[in-house]
């Protein structure tokens, strides 16, 4: 089992919220967005286990250019490891490191942290090497520093002519020519440098654009919810249409309602005709007894004595027309009954006294009078005898014939009354949903007048709302952002755009200025983002820097080089071949990358690739996927030289670079070193290399471990 982290212990500080404190599994995964304090638990990491800080990999305070590798935040906690010892170690900010532990043993390099950290995305060895790790590091990580401390030490003896005195060199003029050339180079590069790192337009101009992508962000949601808000709003006006097409129309209500009036007016009309209609057929009830009374009074004026025969007809008479009158009684008949009545009593009185008056006897006398008086009550005059009888008999004869037609006239308008109502109960059920005698159909016309109202109004304020968001038709969203659509939030964000593009632009015209005198000072002439920029810059001075170092080391080495660079090269070439030529450093290479199975440096210092023995890949000239591939076999193989077997590898978004596609691949290579026993962790805070690995992961089981850090609320 090879060095791993046993426990990890990084206590709340800077931008970190939480204090963590995992057991590592075989594959870890630590995920965090900005300003969760994924850097700080890295940075930790290193500062535990490695040294920083001047002439170490790892710097902690910013150069021309350049920020700190390793920043400032008060460090707390401890990584534990396993298998350095019997006992897991135990190390923290302030004691040993690992570059300690393994100080005398043969092999291993200065600085363990080139094999075993990979930050943001630079997984090269070397960024000064065309092949990412060059002849240098592979000296520091496979050995013959031995060597290179021998061969200073001849230069230091053999410089000739030049002395170093009171920190400077003195000397012919013509040999410090160079040197004092390449110091005011310098000197003028690094007053560029101030004038970048004196400038706060950059974080300015950072921070606001920052700001203005997260109120784009905000105002593409609100346009977003503009367009769910449009999508509502035509929903709404569809479901207000629906519910106006099951409300009955203005026509057909005002249709409904003049029925009505009709029906009420046709009925009252009708109640009145058929009153008129009963009244004529009473008055005209006494018609037969208007007939039969003159007849009666016709007799009367024409009878002198009865003879037995006429008293027994008159008799017999008179029982009948009071059995018709009792009939006429419970048929109701009024006047029939009174008339027959009457008649028939007069017909027994004459009976028993005779016609009286002018020989008419005393019954007779008092049949007439009751004839009379019956006439002026029927009729409210006097009756001007036998003449007016009949010529009231022949008027009402004629008048029958009236009221028959007025009965006609009457029923007729009946059915005329029963035909609008049938009209309007089918009108009135197919409109307000029951007939008649069901509902209050006044009431029910009101209520859907008013409800076609409230819905019209609604329609027409969806409408106005609809219009006013200006979401051409088609392009409305079904599904809601999450997010309300606010008009006034819409104006604040167009406002605070307009402002913030007059800083940006500020900003932006105060960074021009300093963008020219970088590019005149570079000869960056074609970069166009400042990070290209900065980065020419900060090569220009390590150039520049590197020009004084190596006229300086020139002029201390002068006389030594020509004797032994040879050897150097002779002894250093073996020792490296030697470590190449590991058959480990074959066989993870070829595990890794399915390919390449060895790896030699010519005599031009490349690193050529080769398979089945023949070397005819230059690492350099490798795609990019493919020598991230290669680096991380690299890593892992010389780390494994170094501790015997392998240990743990420590990648900070090491990935984020990669195109999509070889991101999956180098997860899978990390899941190889995983089965080969590697213990891996990774840092990261991109959601799609995030997902990559727990789909990748998932067999692993309780080997894969993953955190997720809070983000700063």
């Not at 009473?282 to 009666?296: P, Y």
């Not at 005779?354 to 020989?359: A, N, V």
């Not at 983002?529 to 190596?550: C, F, G, I």
Request: proline share 2%; glycine share 10%; with cysteine.
């Amino acid at each position: 089992m090879g060095v791993r982290i046993r426990r990890l212990r990084v206590k709340r500080a800077g931008p970190l919220q939480e204090e963590l404190d995992v057991r590592p599994a075989d594959m870890n995964l630590v995920y965090g967005a900005n300003e969760s304090g994924k850097t700080y638990v890295v940075e930790a990491l290193i500062g535990f286990l490695f040294r920083t800080g001047r002439g170490t990999t790892w710097q902690t305070s910013s150069g021309a250019g350049r920020p700190p590798d390793i920043r400032g935040f008060p460090i707390g906690g401890k990584a534990l490891l396993e298998n350095l010892d019997e006992e897991p170690v135990s190390f923290t900010k302030t004691g040993e490191k690992l570059e300690d532990r393994f100080r005398e043993k043969a092999g291993l390099p200065r600085e363990l942290s080139r094999l075993m950290v990979v930050r943001a995305g630079r997984t090269r060895l070397s960024d000064g090497a065309d092949d990412g790790v060059g002849r240098d590091v592979l000296l520091d990580i496979l050995g013959g520093r031995e060597v290179l401390e021998e061969v200073k030490g001849r230069i230091k003896k053999r410089s000739r002519g030049l002395e170093v005195r009171d920190g400077g060199i003195e000397g012919h003029k013509a040999l410090l020519e160079d040197r004092e050339e390449a110091a005011e180079r310098l000197e003028r590069i690094d007053q560029v440098a101030a004038e970048v790192e004196a400038s706060d337009d950059a974080l300015r101009l950072s921070q606001l654009r920052r700001r203005r992508d997260s109120l784009r962000q905000r105002r593409e949601l609100l346009g977003q919810a503009r367009r769910h808000r449009a999508w509502e709003l035509r929903k709404g006006l569809m479901e207000v249409g629906r519910d106006l097409d099951g409300l009955p129309a203005e026509r057909e209500l005002s249709q409904l309602e003049s029925g009505l009036e009709r029906l009420r007016d046709s009925v009252a009309a009708l109640e009145g005709r058929r009153e008129e209609v009963e009244r004529e057929r009473e008055r005209l009830s006494g018609q037969g007894w208007v007939a039969h009374a003159a007849d009666t009074y016709a007799d009367l004026l024409k009878a002198r004595g009865v003879s037995s025969g006429v008293r027994r007809l008159v008799t017999v008479s008179g029982a009948t027309l009071m059995a018709a009158a009792v009939a006429a009684g419970l048929a109701r008949l009024l006047w029939p009954a009174v008339a027959s009545g009457l008649l028939g009593l007069g017909l027994l009185l004459y009976r028993e006294a005779g016609f009286g008056g002018g020989g008419l006897s005393d019954a007779q006398l008092e049949e007439r009078s009751r004839v009379e008086a019956m006439y002026r009550d029927t009729f409210d005059e006097e009756m001007a005898g036998l003449a007016s009888l009949r010529a009231r008999a022949e008027e009402l004869v004629k008048q029958r014939g009236s009221l028959d037609q007025q009965e006609k006239e009457l029923q007729q308008m009946r059915r005329s009354v029963e035909r609008l109502r049938g009209d309007l109960e089918e009108l009135s059920r197919e409109c307000l949903g029951g007939g008649l005698e069901e509902i209050e159909p006044e009431e029910e016309i009101e209520r859907a007048r008013e409800a076609r109202r409230e819905l019209e109004g609604r329609r027409e304020s969806l409408g106005l709302e609809l219009a006013g968001l200006k979401v051409p038709e088609g392009e409305e969203l079904r599904d809601a952002p999450g997010i309300q659509w606010s008009d006034s939030e819409s104006d604040t964000l167009d406002r605070e755009m307009e402002r913030l593009a007059g800083e940006i632009g500020e900003a932006e015209r105060n960074l021009q200025t300093l963008r020219t005198r970088i590019a005149a000072a570079t000869g960056a002439l074609e970069a166009e983002e400042w990070s290209e920029l900065l980065e020419a810059l900060r090569r220009k001075r390590e150039r520049l820097e590197e020009d004084y170092r190596t006229e300086t080391a020139d002029l201390l080495a002068k006389a030594a080089v020509a004797g032994a660079v040879d050897e150097f090269e002779r002894s250093e070439n073996i020792e490296l071949a030697e470590k190449l030529a590991d058959e480990r450093v074959g066989r993870l290479l070829h595990e890794l990358t399915g390919r390449y199975d060895g790896i030699r440096l010519d005599g031009g210092g490349t690193l050529t690739l080769g398979v089945e023995g023949e070397f005819d890949y230059p690492l350099e000239m490798l795609s990019t996927g493919a020598r991230e591939q290669v680096f991380l076999a690299l890593r892992s193989a010389f780390a494994e030289l170094t501790f015997g077997q392998p240990a743990f590898l420590l990648l900070d978004d090491a990935f984020q670079h990669s195109d999509w596609q070889r991101r999956g691949r180098l997860v899978s290579h990390c899941l190889k070193l995983i089965d080969r026993g590697w213990q891996i962790f990774y840092f990261c805070m991109d959601d799609h290399i995030r997902d990559l690995f727990r789909d990748q992961a998932g067999k692993l089981g309780d080997r894969y471990l993953e955190v997720e850090l809070k983000a700063a609320t």
